[in-house]
T-cell receptor, first 115, second 119 residues
Framework: GAGVSQSPRYKVAKRGQDVALRCDPI?????LFWYQQALGQGPEFLTY????????KSGLPSDRFFAERPEGSVSTLKIQRTQQEDSAVYLC?????????????FGPGTRLTVL | AQKVTQAQTEISVVEKEDVTLDCVYE???????LFWYKQPPSGELVFLIR??????QNEISGRYSWNFQKSTSSFNFTITASQVVDSAVYFC????????????????FGKGTKLSVKP
């Protein structure tokens, strides 16, 4: 079956631009997570959705970061007024259970480069 | 505080050697889960294994085996008879039940160990 997909795979933005990153989770998966992975580091948690509800956004680094999942399926991570420190790979993961600790399956990521 | 430590930054072995990747974790929760993921050069994180804190049985899957020891808070990963295709970055991760204020479900990753297997 289809896995988690993300688009675009690569995004180059000029400092100050807004960007939108899309995640299509595995069909039927209730939980959706966003992570940020800096070069040479492990992924770090950004935010978590259960269906359309954003239950945890404690990892979002600033109010320039915003995520939504309006219909409980596709999710978009938006970064406003991008800065160079936002350059990273943004990973999306989904799991089938309602917030319980279930296995998360990851997409290929979006590599964001801010010039 | 929750934390995962992978002390080995890079390991290089020759094909057919056995290699062990270390993982040490910290948590106050009595219920937690441990994971290993593989990240090949393509970038996608591939799930390898999930263990819960109540099951300390070691597990073997083909050339892969995992040693979970609560007494030392370790969850080490061994690849037997390594192959070039095993070359990747391997991440150990922890997820808590959230009983001590931590977020339930999100993964806390180590910094990863880059494994290079040379022919």
């Amino acid at each position: 079956g289809a896995g988690v997909s993300q688009s675009p795979r690569y995004k180059v933005a000029k400092r100050g631009q807004d960007v939108a990153l899309r995640c299509d989770p595995i069909s039927g998966h209730v939980s959706l997570f966003w992570y940020q992975q800096a070069l040479g580091q492990g992924p770090e948690f950004l935010t978590y959705f259960q269906n359309e509800a954003q239950l945890d956004k404690s990892g979002l680094p600033s109010d320039r970061f915003f995520a939504e999942r309006p219909e409980g399926s596709v999710s978009t991570l938006k970064i406003q007024r991008t800065q160079q420190e936002d350059s990273a790979v943004y990973l999306c993961a989904s799991s089938s259970n309602r917030g319980a600790v279930d296995t998360q399956y990851f997409g290929p990521g979006t590599r964001l480069t801010v010039l | 505080a929750q934390k995962v430590t992978q002390a080995q930054t890079e390991i290089s072995v020759v094909e057919k050697e056995d290699v062990t990747l270390d993982c040490v974790y910290e948590t106050r929760d009595t219920t937690y889960y441990l994971f290993w993921y593989k990240q090949p050069p393509s970038g996608e994180l591939v799930f390898l294994i999930r263990r819960n804190s109540f099951d300390e049985q070691n597990e073997i899957s083909g050339r892969y085996s995992w040693n979970f020891q609560k007494s030392t808070s370790s969850f080490n990963f061994t690849i037997t008879a390594s192959q070039v295709v095993d070359s990747a970055v391997y991440f150990c991760a922890l997820s808590e039940a959230g009983n001590y204020g931590g977020s339930q479900g999100n993964l806390i990753f180590g910094k990863g160990t880059k494994l290079s297997v040379k022919p």
